[in-house]
């Protein structure tokens, strides 16, 4: 069983920054492809970036394509998503996602894919 923790979330005013972080608990990120989903109130969740287990191919979501970037850091063991240029419509609760796949250059947007979710992290920007 994989434990994905999240941190980073927070309140931030429209234009502004954050960063989110996701661990594995006890497991190498190596071992596994990792996604970025939300989950705003009243909606269901939706992708927002994925990133293969190589770094290599990394995908996202319209929505915040030019604005968000995924990236993982082997030696921190850690999956990031930089968020900047931030909307009210960016407001959700952020979860991490997880699956090992053979292929290293393996990537999806699809929420069905992925085996371990983390708890989420709480983001809200204000206008």
């Known amino acids: 069983q994989v434990q994905l923790v999240e941190s980073g979330g927070g309140l931030v005013q429209a234009g502004g920054s954050l960063r989110l972080s996701c661990a594995p608990s006890?497991?190498?990120?190596?071992?596994?492809?990792m996604g970025w989903f939300r989950q705003a109130p009243g909606k269901e969740r939706e992708f927002v970036a994925a990133?293969?287990?190589?770094?290599?191919?990394?995908y996202y979501a319209d929505s915040v394509k030019g604005r968000f970037t995924i990236s993982r850091d082997t030696a921190k063991n850690t999956v990031t998503l930089q968020m900047n240029s931030l909307k009210p419509e960016d407001t959700a609760v952020y979860s991490c996602?997880?699956?090992?796949?053979?292929?290293?250059?393996?990537?999806?947007?699809?929420?069905?894919?992925?085996?371990?979710w983390g708890q989420g992290t709480q983001v809200t920007v204000s206008s």
């Open positions: 996602a997880a699956r090992g796949f053979p292929d290293l250059s393996w990537v999806s947007g699809d929420i069905s894919h992925y085996t371990y």
């Open positions: 990133i293969s287990r190589s770094g290599g191919n990394t």
């Open positions: 006890g497991q190498t990120i190596i071992s596994y492809a």
